[in-house]
């Protein structure tokens, strides 16, 4: 008997291991020739964490080239930059392209996750020339928890206070946000009158009922007229994050004169569009930065 228990363990904690390190989920990024990729490279290191990024750029083009940073979703609590690929578009344009991982609630509450998107794109622009990379270029997007990190690290532009070691890094410029269904007011999903959610709630952790400090994490509240020109896309049948986050950004947007785009996916769900909705969507975002003054 004692010799079956402790085959069973062994399996079962052969099985953890293999769980924890299970990679099918991570999506090959296809990069063009002259590409380099540079995998995992660290922005931060805080306690025994370690921030990482994958960084593919292309050393051999006649000029540094422009950058957009990808930050996957997940509420905040899940989610990993391997499970991110699909960048053709912007590498024909191109790009660099940086994916970025950030730590999760269960590793640390707000502000965390925006401090370490900041981290990683200041450690490009502290690198960049070695990255052969235009760090008066740059480009954030991302969806759902990404598209709210994507714009808090635009919309903060320069001001340092998520900045951490990297206070001192200047010397650049973010040009525009592309935002997929993101979270715009964190108080207003964590109580608000559409969708509440736990996620909200438990990334704010201790300050759960803090409402000026869910502001102070919240993007809807750093629009000004000169923040980066942003393109907003939302299925009007989100049931995850509501619909109507992106309707009032849009409208802070219009009413401080920013210059933005709102493309409505009629019956989109959260994300996951049909094919030919994708499609379109990722036409008028290349569409959107090629009519970006940095590209005139």
Known sequence: MRNIMAAVVALLFTATLLAQTDTSTAKRVVYP?????????????????????????????????PIIFNIHGGGWNHGVKEGQSGFAAFFKMGFAVANIEYRLTGQAKAPAAIEDV????????????????????IVVMGGSAGGHLALMAGLLQNDTQFD???????????????????ITDV?????????????????????????????????IY??????????IVHGDADPTVPYQQSVDLKKK??????????????????????????????????AFIKNLDAFK
Not at 168 to 179: E, F
Not at 193 to 218: C, Q, Y
């Open 33 to 65: 020739k002259g590409y380099e990729e540079k995998i995992d490279a660290v922005y931060s290191e805080i306690g025994d964490w370690k921030g990482r990024e994958d960084i593919y750029y292309n050393p051999t083009s006649a000029k540094p080239t």
């Open 118 to 137: 900041r981290a990683a794109i200041l450690y490009v622009v502290q690198h960049a020339k070695s990255l052969h990379i235009d760090p008066n270029k």
């Open 164 to 182: 951490g070691v990297y206070k001192r890094v200047n010397g650049y410029t973010i040009i525009a946000i592309i935002d997929k269904y993101g």
């Open 187 to 219: 108080w207003d999903w964590a109580y608000g009158p559409n969708i509440r959610s736990k996620s909200a709630t438990n990334w704010l952790g201790d300050k759960a009922k803090d409402e000026a400090f869910a502001k102070s994490v919240s993007p």
């Open 222 to 231: 750093y629009v000004k007229k000169t923040s980066p020109p942003t393109f």
């Open 253 to 286: 947007y219009d009413e401080v004169g920013c210059k933005s785009e709102f493309m409505t996916i009629a019956g989109g769900k959260h994300g996951g569009f049909e094919k030919d909705k994708n499609t379109e969507m990722t036409n008028a975002i290349v």
